[in-house]
């Protein structure tokens, strides 16, 4: 006889039927999700080592100051060029006034030494025309001179033989000494004319000298007016120095100055966080970056949103491991040494921004999953370099096909035959 009651029996066959049938079902189901896991876990490598990263913008002055204005708040979003801090201009207002003097005061100089070079050269030309002229006197008086040389010697052979009288002979001795005494005169001027000329050159050689190598036309370019003329330039970046602005969109983060506060050149006054350009930095075990590629694609989950999933791709691969950037590297020469494994950052940027409902923060944990079944590409490239020179090398192409067209000549149609 059996155990159980009769009416037992038929429900202890169903129970046996329905757990076969739920093993039926369920194999195939396990053996699927089996298959599908480990096929995810050959063709993915995982960490969750990963953060989120930017590339952040210190604000710092560039000149000393007090802040008079602070135009925006913490976490604030601002735009390109929009002003966040204001400091005092007066003094450097002060500064461009005097250097615009200074600029004024540089032409006036170099406008009185163009003038010292014309008056020089016009005295030095006066004194070559003065010297020409007295030469033609002097050669005007050798000529009197020698005519009454030759009178005298006549005068002095006649009066000799009695045909003139005495009264002929004195007036040519007369004239004699007179045409003698007006050559040596003429002749003493010309020396000291020809001593002024070298005088007035000398003087229009330092005037030249003072004024350099400008010439007439070119006042501008002097080397006083260009000192003076930059002078001024960097009085009034300076003053425009005193408005700082935004470098770049984004966040307006850390925040550590107000109103009253005296600022020095380099001193970190916040930082612009642009949200809208975050990468993700995730440290993979070198174990796992056997097959790892620039390009491949990338799932990241944001432990602060854990039900939506965002894309990405590999954009590079770091030059070290965090240990060898380290502020002390390890010293594995020593004689206690013990293996361990390192991590290697991996740059991985994100295919479209993240979307305005799920933002993403600098340094919040993420988890990230790369697709390794295409490992065709790159271990040591760039995607941002690669899509740089791409982008250089059309434009490069696009200005090249513009050049040739515009060389090539214009072809008249074809005259119609009659």
């Known amino acids: ?70 135009l925006v708040q913490e976490n604030w979003w601002v735009k390109p060029g929009q ?49 020409q002229a007295t030469q033609a006197e002097v050669s005007e008086a050798q000529a009197e001179f020698h005519q009454a040389e030759l009178d005298l010697q006549r005068a002095t052979q006649l009066a000799a033989e009695h045909i003139i009288p005495i009264q002929r002979l004195d007036e040519a001795k007369t004239r004699y000494a007179s045409t003698q005494a007006r050559l040596q005169a003429k002749q003493q001027y010309l020396a000291e004319t020809k001593k002024n000329e070298v005088t007035r050159e000398r003087e229009a050689d330092q005037a030249r000298a003072a004024l350099g190598d400008t010439i007439a036309g070119e006042r501008s370019e002097h080397s006083l007016i260009r000192q003076a003329e930059a002078a001024v330039r960097e009085a009034e970046l300076n003053l425009s120095y005193c408005s700082i602005v935004a470098p770049m ?27 809208h350009k975050v990468y993700i930095e995730a440290n993979y075990k070198e174990t796992q970056l056997t097959q790892v590629r620039v390009g491949q694609p990338v799932e990241i989950r ?10 990405g791709k590999v954009e590079s691969l770091s030059g070290g491991t965090g240990a060898a950037f380290s502020l002390l590297p390890p010293e594995n020469a020593t004689g206690n040494w013990v293996k361990v494994v390192q991590r290697l950052p991996v740059k991985i940027t994100l295919t479209e921004p993240p979307p305005v409902e799920f933002p993403l923060r600098v340094g919040l944990s993420v988890e990230t999953s790369i697709d390794i079944s295409n490992n065709a590409g790159s271990r040591l490239s760039s995607l941002l370099q690669e899509q740089e020179l791409t982008d250089g090398e059309r434009a490069d192409a696009r200005v090249r096909d513009l050049t040739a067209s515009n060389r090539q000549p214009a072809t008249l149609p074809a005259a119609k035959k009659e």
Do not use: C
């Open 1 to 70: 006889m059996s155990e159980y009651p009769p009416a037992e029996q038929p429900r202890s066959a169903k129970k046996k039927w329905l757990m076969y049938l739920l093993l039926l079902i369920a194999l195939p189901l396990g053996g699927y999700y089996g298959v599908a896991v480990w096929k995810h876990y050959t063709t993915h490598v995982s960490t969750d080592n990963a953060y989120v990263q930017a590339d952040m913008a210190q604000i710092t002055p560039r000149v000393n100051g007090t802040v008079t204005e602070v």
């Open 83 to 131: 002003a966040l801090v204001r400091l005092d201009t007066r003094d450097y207002e002060v500064r461009v006034a005097e250097a615009r003097a200074a600029l004024t005061r540089a032409r006036e100089t170099v406008d009185q030494l163009f003038a010292a070079v014309a008056v020089a050269n016009e005295r030095q030309q006066a004194t070559q025309a003065q010297i």
């Open 249 to 275: 969109e984004g966040m307006v983060s850390r925040k550590a100055i107000e109103v009253g506060q005296r600022v020095q050149p380099g001193q970190a006054l916040m930082a612009i966080v642009p949200l």
């Open 302 to 311: 944001a432990d602060v949103y854990p039900t939506h999933i965002f894309h």
